[in-house]
Nanobody, 115 residues
């Protein structure tokens, strides 16, 4: 049974930093591309960052240079380091993995950027 559990969200002031974690279980973690998505109120869910099984990364333009995705295969965990946070980064952040034709999601963690 695949399980993704996010943590690390919270309230932060503009310009601040947060690190999100996603602990995976029930999968052979090291072979999968892992993704972070986010969904702001009233908006569609968007792909924020991706890390391949070999460690290659990609980012949506709005976070490139501020966010860093990484993975620890020994701990079955993927991270999202978020720096220079802006109010428009406020959203629920979700960890995702695609296994065959199926998307698996975590429960999400709220990130709120506000003064």
């Amino acid at each position: 049974q695949v399980q993704l559990v996010e943590s690390g969200g919270g309230l932060v002031q503009p310009g601040g930093s947060l690190r999100l974690s996603c602990a995976a279980s029930g999968i052979f973690f090291r072979i999968y591309t892992m993704n972070w998505y986010r969904q702001a109120p009233g908006k569609q869910r968007e792909l924020v960052a991706t890390i391949s099984s070999l460690g290659g990364t990609n980012y949506v333009d709005s976070v490139r240079g501020r966010f860093t995705i990484s993975r620890d295969n020994a701990q079955n965990t993927v991270y999202l380091q978020m720096n220079s946070l802006k109010p428009e980064d406020t959203a629920v952040y979700y960890c995702n993995v695609r296994i065959g034709p199926s998307d698996r999601w975590g429960q999400g963690t709220q990130v709120t950027v506000s003064s």
